[in-house]
């Protein structure tokens, strides 16, 4: 490991030391045994240890390890069999099942480290006078397979850490721009900027692991997207190394200098050079900031109240809402003493009842509202009367904070459940408004019909996570109890039901996650035939020789 890079475990998410447990929540041992048959109180199996398992060795050879030494220093070129495995792969379910069995497939040769823009143009031009393939790398955490070298890669394996590239070089504040690093990672960035009285209002629920390269390299979304914009919309300029040359794209708040550079750039995933640094919109932070909480009678209405609000007067930061399944598991997953767990005990049952919802359908929203006092009091006001046209209840901002405070907890249960042998991951898309209900019911249809085939138990649910004026993105979770050697065929076979159910119901492929080779069957489909055409002859146009992270999205 090098000094002030974070490096996830290698066999999960997180720094080690830091896991899920339920102690403290006597409610989801009872909610998992019920929904899936999975006693999560059993013992479990111990995880090998890395030097148990057979790693392949490295193939870096004397001339280009000499290279990289002569450009960054022998301490910043590491080819450990930890190192390696760890930047081998993103923190995908099928990552973490695959390095938990020691297959590791095509792990890179070597890691550098670069510390300035020149040395990572210097290791790029290295990398392709050797004919090796480069595979920038920023916090680990995606879930498309966008890092790993294609099974058959014969040539050396070059992955690039930008960890050490953190800083933010500078702000504009008369136009309100920050001009970062692209290795930083999020709490370091919002530190640096709200030292400053800035903030990005970017975050993904993978912040803590996850840097600003990463998150334009993906086309990234995060959690208060509805104010602040995705990534696509923050990052307004960037400097990007490519093989001999650098892409410097200056900030500005629109062009017509023809088909945008600057998009194309957005979601390449190392297809077409390494991102070194990024001009993105910064804000003052806010004078208040509240997260208040909702109930719904239905998914439904919550889907309504939400297309409702985002074509209202109130601009609010964020507004999600959990279908029936997500909304229980919410109330399981909360601390006894919590007001999350308590919230249905209170006394707010008694009026559901008296309203007449059937409490197996209820869905819990969350509406979070940012800005000067009087600004927040009015947006709240709109909301309230948005909420009760589509019979739901306000309960507060209790759960809201309480929701805010945990909320980059929750990827640490993914390797809680994988250890107790389910299979738990993530699927998004975003649909048109007409459309949001439906592909909603079609995919737990889907995924359900597989659980059935397959005789096994699973469950999948949902929330709407971004909303924008046509449409929304929504968030399916789903989790299998599957500890067979079959486990991985019945996990692609559920996840291809979801991706397919997307496309047949006028969704894209992934709203915010990309496409690595997980999602790159479905491009076809997704964008047509043509505008695979015109991916892929972008990325044989601009990297002919294939070194630059090939066989990612087309
Ligand atoms: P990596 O995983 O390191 O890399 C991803 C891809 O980008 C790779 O192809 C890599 O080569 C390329 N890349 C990385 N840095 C650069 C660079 N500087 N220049 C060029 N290419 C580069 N995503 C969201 O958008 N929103 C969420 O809320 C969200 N929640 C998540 C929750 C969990 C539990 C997990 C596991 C993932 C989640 N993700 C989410 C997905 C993931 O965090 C994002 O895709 C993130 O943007 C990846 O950033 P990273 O720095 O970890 O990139």
């Not at 479990?44 to 030494?69: G, M, N, Y």
């Not at 439906?438 to 971004?466: P, Y």
């Not at 709203?511 to 999602?519: A, W």
Request: hydrophobic share 40%; aromatic share 8%.
């Amino acid at each position: 490991m090098i000094e002030g890079v974070k490096q996830h475990k290698w066999w999960g998410w997180g720094e080690e030391g830091k896991s899920y447990h339920h102690d403290d929540k006597p409610k989801f041992a009872p909610f998992v045994k019920n929904l899936v048959g999975v006693d999560i109180n059993e013992p479990v199996r111990p995880l090998p240890r890395l030097s148990d398992l057979e790693i392949p060795p490295s193939r870096l050879e004397a001339a280009l390890r000499d290279s990289l030494v002569a450009i960054s220093g022998a301490t910043y070129v590491q080819a450990d069999d930890e190192t390696r495995v760890t930047h081998g792969f993103g923190k995908g379910v099928r990552d973490l099942m695959r390095v938990r069995a020691g297959d590791f497939g095509r792990l890179p040769d070597v890691v550098v480290y670069p510390a300035t823009e020149d040395e990572v143009a210097r290791i790029v031009d290295a990398v392709v006078a050797a004919d090796a393939v480069v595979i920038p790398f920023g916090g680990g955490s995606n879930i498309v397979a966008a890092l790993e070298a294609e099974p058959g890669e014969q040539r050396q394996v070059v992955s690039v850490n930008l960890g050490r590239m953190n800083q933010v070089i500078a702000i504009d504040e008369h136009s309100s721009l920050a001009h970062i690093q692209a290795g930083v990672f999020g709490p370091d960035m919002e530190a640096q900027l709200q030292a400053r009285g800035w903030t990005m209002g970017h975050h993904p629920d993978s912040f803590v692991w996850s840097t600003l390269g990463g998150w334009i390299a993906t086309r990234s979304s995060g959690m208060q997207s509805d104010k602040y914009g995705d990534i696509a919309d923050i990052c307004r300029g960037l400097r990007m190394v490519m093989p001999g040359q650098i892409l410097s794209l200056r900030p500005l708040p629109s062009t017509s200098s023809g088909p945008s550079v600057r998009e194309m750039v957005l979601g390449s995933e190392g297809r077409l050079g390494i991102i070194t640094s990024a001009w993105v919109n910064v804000h003052r932070i806010p004078e208040v900031r509240e997260i208040q909480a909702y109930f719904f009678p239905t998914y439904e209405n919550g889907l309504k109240a939400c297309e409702q609000i985002v074509s209202s007067d109130a601009a609010v930061m964020m507004a999600r809402v959990s279908d029936a399944i997500e909304t229980k598991y919410i109330m399981a997953n909360g601390k006894q003493s919590s007001k999350l767990s308590s919230l249905l005990s209170k006394g707010i049952e008694k009026v559901m009842l008296a309203k007449g919802w059937d409490l197996e359908k209820i869905a819990m929203a969350f509406v979070g509202f940012e800005g000067s006092h009087n600004h927040v009091t009015y947006e709240k006001g709109l909301v309230g009367k948005i909420v009760r046209a589509n019979g739901g209840l306000g309960v507060g901002k209790g759960p809201g904070s309480l929701y805010d405070q945990k909320k980059y907890d929750t990827p640490y249960i993914r390797d809680f459940m994988l250890d107790h042998g389910m299979i738990c991951d993530v699927s998004e898309t975003s649909t048109p408004w007409r459309y949001a209900a439906e592909i909603h019911s079609k995919t737990v249809a889907a995924a359900q019909q597989v659980f059935d085939e397959r005789g096994v138990r699973g469950v999948v649910f949902c929330h709407l996570s971004h909303s924008y004026h046509s449409g929304a993105c929504q968030y399916f979770t789903f989790a299998i109890a599957d500890a067979s050697d079959g486990a991985m065929d019945t996990y692609d076979s559920v996840k291809r039901a979801i991706q397919q159910s997307f496309i047949d119901c006028h969704g894209t492929v992934s709203h915010h996650h990309g496409v690595g080779e997980e999602h790159s069957p479905w491009m076809d489909q997704d964008i047509s035939p043509a505008g695979v055409f015109i991916q892929r002859t972008l990325f044989e146009g601009v990297d002919p020789g294939r070194n630059l992270n090939p066989g990612k999205i087309v």
